[in-house]
């Protein structure tokens, strides 16, 4: 069974553009969730989405938006790019979500580098 | 004061021992805890998903969670030149907005 698909895998960019991440969930598990990782530190929580819906969100800028499609995969847009922004983004995929957290499984990231 | 405190390391084991990974935490309300292993230029692979306080074991790994010390532990037996990566503790609860909070990550190296 294929994991958590990302695309792309590497971007360059330079300040003040906008980016688009995607992401494909496992098959069958109908939450998405990205994170950003910042070298040497551990994932941070972006937003979550459920039935297109958003459920949660992390404490990052207006510039930073996101949306889940029918199919259940999932955009992350960046405007305005800062060279903060510059880090690997993941997105993980959990069966649903609910009131108890579930196990989430995460593709290999897009690497973004801000110039 | 950070959710999540993990000592980075990095950590240096020669092949064959018990490696001891830990975190700690300030959110009371943590129920839920994960162990995940990053290998460089990979995205985290969940290993283990415990609730509450207890141990849970699996294979050659063993998590352990001490609610009242707010401390959780991660134990690799008769470690392997291939369990060398970064390990990542993250943790959740009901009422924390479907996020989960990460340690640093601590980087491991299994000397053959």
């Known amino acids: 069974d294929a994991g958590v698909t990302q695309s792309p895998t590497h971007l360059i960019k330079t300040r003040g553009q906008h980016v688009t991440l995607r992401c494909s969930p496992i098959?069958?598990?109908?939450?998405v969730s990205w994170y950003q990782q910042v070298l040497g530190q551990g994932p941070q929580f972006i937003f979550q989405y459920y039935e297109k819906e958003e459920r949660g969100r992390g404490n990052f800028p207006d510039r930073f938006s996101a949306r889940q499609f029918p199919n259940y995969s999932s955009e992350l847009n960046v405007n305005a790019l800062l060279l903060g922004d510059s880090a690997l983004y993941l997105c993980a995929s959990s069966l649903r979500q609910g009131r108890v957290p579930q196990p989430q499984h995460f593709g290999d990231g897009t690497r973004l580098s801000i110039l | 004061q950070k959710e999540v405190e993990q000592d980075p390391g990095p950590l240096s084991v020669p092949e064959g021992a018990i490696v001891s990974l830990n975190c700690t935490y300030s959110?009371?309300?943590?129920?839920?805890f994960m162990w995940y292993r990053q290998y460089s230029r990979k995205g985290p692979e969940l290993l283990m998903y415990t609730y509450s306080s207890g141990n849970k074991e699996d294979g050659r790994f063993t998590a352990q969670v001490d609610k009242s010390s707010k401390y959780i532990s991660l134990f690799i037996r008769d470690s392997q030149p291939s369990d060398s990566a970064t390990y990542l503790c993250?943790?959740?609860?009901?009422?924390?907005?479907?996020?989960?909070?990460f340690g640093t990550g601590t980087s491991l190296t299994v000397i053959p």
């Open positions: 098959s069958g598990h109908k939450s």
């Open positions: 959110n009371s309300a943590f129920q839920y």
């Open positions: 993250a943790m959740s609860a009901w009422n924390t907005g479907n996020q989960f909070y």
